[in-house]
């Protein structure tokens, strides 16, 4: 028995390594910073981002240890001095969308706890710091006009709002990625802005997951940030970059 547990520990031991090894050589095309690029952050309410919001238990340690909501703000400092076009792509839930018959899991513990809800697209009765609200933080940086806001993407990616689009009017070809929360909607976003022909850098450290026992979900995004965009950034580092 002893000797079955050290070849399992051993190869174990193998399989990480050689995992390391491998990821450590994946090459970083890198990402160059020009006239055709902009900023999007998706998410960035109250729901995910205040520890009032109905998420918090769930992504708070992550949002903590990241420093997400300091380093979104920082990203929206950066938008405003270096004259980087910022787009944010909001998620709401409106009564009617209560009416679905079907969903995933992520989807039904939304749904559950009534993050994002607001009444319709027409009211905002109540919208005023509510968890669908923006974190007070942002609202002077989210209301200038180099801000534009897509209408709200529905389950995680864009696909069903006009994000694509109001990059493509703008001339922008080019998108520095983040927000929450990273293995769901930043992600899903950083896949389909890919497969639409934008070329996509990440910042790892102004995002973050839900956390749950046997499931890190900042992990599991970090991972495939590295795997699939053009360059992850650190704040600090993007922040160099643009200030030299």
């Known amino acids: 028995m002893k000797t079955i547990k050290l070849t399992y520990l051993l190869n174990l031991l193998a399989a990480v390594l050689s995992s390391t090894s491998m990821f450590a050589q994946l090459p970083d095309p890198g990402f160059i910073i020009?006239?055709?690029?902009?900023?999007v952050i998706t998410d960035p309410q109250n729901d995910f981002l205040s520890p009032e919001g109905v998420t918090w238990g769930?992504?708070?340690?992550?949002?903590?240890k990241?420093?997400?909501v300091e380093n979104l703000e920082t990203l929206f400092k950066l938008g405003k001095e270096h004259g980087i076009p910022v787009f944010i792509s909001p998620h709401y839930y409106y009564t009617h969308d209560h009416k679905w018959q079907f969903e995933g899991a992520l989807e039904?513990?939304?749904?559950g706890m009534g993050m994002f809800d607001r009444g319709d697209q027409l009211n905002k009765?109540?919208?005023?710091?509510s968890g669908a609200d923006w974190l007070d933080l942002y609202k002077p940086y989210i209301e200038q006009d180099y801000v534009t806001v897509s209408g709200p993407h529905k389950v995680f990616g864009p696909e069903q709002n006009d994000l694509s689009l109001q990059l493509r009017k703008q001339k922008i070809d080019k998108?520095?990625?983040?927000?929450m929360s990273g293995n769901l909607c930043v992600e899903s976003h950083m896949r389909e802005l890919l497969e639409d022909g934008f070329e996509v850098a990440i910042v790892g450290d102004a995002t973050?997951?839900?956390?749950l026992p046997g499931l890190d979900g900042n992990q599991?995004?970090?991972?495939?940030?590295?795997?699939?965009s053009s360059h992850v950034y650190s704040t600090e580092e993007l922040k160099n970059i643009l200030d030299k």
């Open 208 to 211: 973050a997951s839900a956390i």
């Open 34 to 39: 020009d006239g055709t690029t902009a900023i």
């Open 66 to 68: 990241n420093g997400t």
């Open 220 to 228: 599991a995004a970090q991972t495939n940030f590295r795997m699939i």
């Open 175 to 179: 998108v520095i990625l983040a927000g």
């Open 58 to 64: 769930l992504v708070g340690e992550s949002v903590r």
């Open 125 to 129: 009765e109540g919208f005023e710091n």
């Open 108 to 111: 039904a513990a939304m749904h």
